[in-house]
C-alpha cells in the first residue's frame, strides 16, 4: 500500500512459475481449453484479493519443445486475465546457442503472442554463468543479439520488451567456486581488492 502512495504508476505484478509440474499436468493444459481457464482463473482469482496489477507468467523455458501448444495456451490465459483488466507479461529465454542452433523464442513466436501479451520480459543475465565461463555477467552485446533475435527491424513492438537487468555480480575464484555478489559487495571488491584485470566481452 505505502508503495502505491508514492507513485501511481506503480504496477505490482508477482511472478507465477510453472514448476515442479509432472508432464500430465503439463497435458492437461494443452490438450484442455478449461484446464487452461481454470488456472487462469485461480491466478485471476488471487491477483483480484491482494489487489495486484497482473502477473508475470513463466513457463516458456520449461516447455519451449512445444512452442505451438505454449502459444495456445498462453493466449487462452490472457484472454482470461484481460478480461478482469490484468496485465499479462510473459518470460522469454535468451539466446545463448550457436549459430544455426534451435531458436527458443524468435520473431514468429514474437508476433504471434504480440496481441495477447501486454509486455515481454527478457532475463538478460547470467550469461557467462549458463555457459561454465568466467566472464561478463550481462554484456551489452548479447542483450542487443537477443532484442534482434525476436524485432530484427527498429519498431514501436520493442517498447513491449523488458530487459531483466541484474544488481549483482560473480565473484569467481581460482579454484572453479562462483559466488552471487550484490552490486555494492562487487564495487568493495574493486576498490579494496584492486583487481589487476576486469574481464569485458
Not at 7 to 36: H, Q
Not at 81 to 97: E, F
Not at 161 to 177: C, H, K, M, Q, T
Request: aromatic share 10%; charged share 20%; proline share 4%.
Amino acid at each position: 500500500r505505502s508503495v502505491r502512495e508514492n507513485s501511481n504508476d506503480v504496477k505490482i505484478v508477482p511472478r507465477v512459475m510453472f514448476e515442479g509440474w509432472s508432464m500430465n499436468d503439463y497435458n492437461m493444459l494443452f490438450t484442455s481449453r478449461d484446464g487452461a481457464v481454470d488456472v487462469a482463473k485461480s491466478i485471476k482469482h488471487v491477483l483480484l484479493l491482494n489487489n495486484f496489477d497482473g502477473v508475470v507468467l513463466e513457463l516458456w523455458g520449461q516447455l519451449q519443445h512445444r512452442k505451438s501448444e505454449l502459444i495456445q495456451l498462453i493466449t487462452t490465459m490472457a484472454e482470461v486475465l484481460h478480461d478482469a483488466n490484468l496485465l499479462v507479461i510473459l518470460v522469454i529465454p535468451t539466446q545463448v546457442i550457436p549459430a544455426g542452433g534451435d531458436i527458443k523464442f524468435g520473431t514468429a513466436e514474437f508476433e504471434a503472442l504480440l496481441p495477447h501479451v501486454d509486455l515481454f520480459s527478457y532475463n538478460t543475465y547470467d550469461f557467462s554463468v549458463t555457459q561454465n565461463s568466467v566472464g561478463s555477467n550481462s554484456p551489452i552485446g548479447w542483450i542487443r543479439q537477443n532484442i534482434l533475435q525476436i524485432v530484427p527491424e527498429h519498431s514501436e513492438k520493442r517498447k513491449k520488451i523488458l530487459l531483466g537487468i541484474n544488481f549483482y555480480g560473480y565473484d569467481f575464484s581460482s579454484s572453479g567456486g562462483v559466488q552471487g555478489k550484490p552490486c555494492t559487495l562487487m564495487w568493495a571488491l574493486f576498490r579494496n581488492g584492486k583487481p589487476r584485470r576486469i574481464l569485458s566481452r
